[in-house]
């Protein structure tokens, strides 16, 4: 079983829109979200995170809104630029244990 | 301040042989994970060490193992390769807690 569900797979996105990825959740004992940025040859980095005690965080162009009822969170990328093509994963788990991540979602903005 | 090294870069193996990759984390961090990454599937999560031990381990087989020593630096070990072993495989340090991960650039494993 998947613990963690993302989409889409893939996005192509205008310079200048909004990026929207999805993701949903099994375990209620997770309590902490991230997101990675990885681009090719590039392990992962970690982008923005969130906790359930909150609905949004917002860090210069990315937000995660967070939907703890429908255990599902998104990451939100305002005005896209060809900069931010990548892939994306979101992941969850708690501290001291194994983090689940997504399967991903490659970005591509167009000039 | 160094990030997380990963050598070899690149390997090429065939089926049946072993291979072991390392990890070198973050100066301080005493966590280190690995994660295998293939198309289509994302990171699957294979083991985590914590000060020398095991603290979490994921649903791969026994042909993977690893270990971490005294300095915090780790090893990956596959025995009995197999074709669909190919993948980047990817380790990530931490300082105690998994909650951000510092990821290295990864060693791509061939098998033919």
């Known amino acids: 079983q998947q613990q963690v569900k993302q989409s889409p797979q893939s996005l192509i996105v205008q310079k200048g829109g909004i990026s929207i990825i999805n993701c949903a959740y099994e375990?209620?004992?997770?309590?902490?979200f991230p997101w990675y940025q990885q681009f090719p040859g590039k392990g992962p980095a970690l982008l923005i995170a969130?906790?359930?005690?909150?609905s949004e965080k917002k860090e210069g162009r990315f937000t995660i809104s967070f939907n703890k009822s429908a255990k599902q969170f998104s990451l939100h990328i305002m005005d896209s630029q060809p900069g931010d093509s990548a892939t994306y994963f979101c992941?969850?788990?708690?501290?001291?244990?194994?983090?689940?991540f997504g399967t991903g979602t490659s970005l591509t903005v167009i000039p | 301040k160094a990030g997380v090294t990963q050598t070899p870069r690149y390997l090429i193996k065939t089926r049946g042989q072993q291979v072991t990759l390392s990890c070198s984390p973050i100066?301080?961090?005493?966590?280190v994970s690995w994660y295998q990454q293939t198309p289509g599937q994302g990171l699957q999560f294979l083991f985590e060490?914590?000060?020398?031990?095991?603290?979490n381990k994921g649903n791969f087989p026994g042909r993977f193992s690893g270990r971490q020593f005294s300095n915090s630096r780790s090893e990956m070990n596959v025995s009995t390769l197999e074709l669909g072993d190919s993948a980047l495989y990817l380790c990530?340090?931490?300082?105690?807690?998994?909650?951000?991960?510092?990821f290295g650039s990864g060693t791509q494993l061939s098998v033919l």
């Open positions: 990530a340090s931490s300082w105690d807690t998994n909650e951000k991960l510092f």
């Open positions: 375990n209620t004992a997770f309590d902490y």
């Open positions: 969130i906790r359930p005690d909150v």
């Open positions: 992941a969850a788990g708690a501290a001291l244990n194994q983090f689940y």
């Open positions: 100066s301080g961090h005493r966590s």
């Open positions: 060490y914590f000060s020398e031990t095991q603290r």
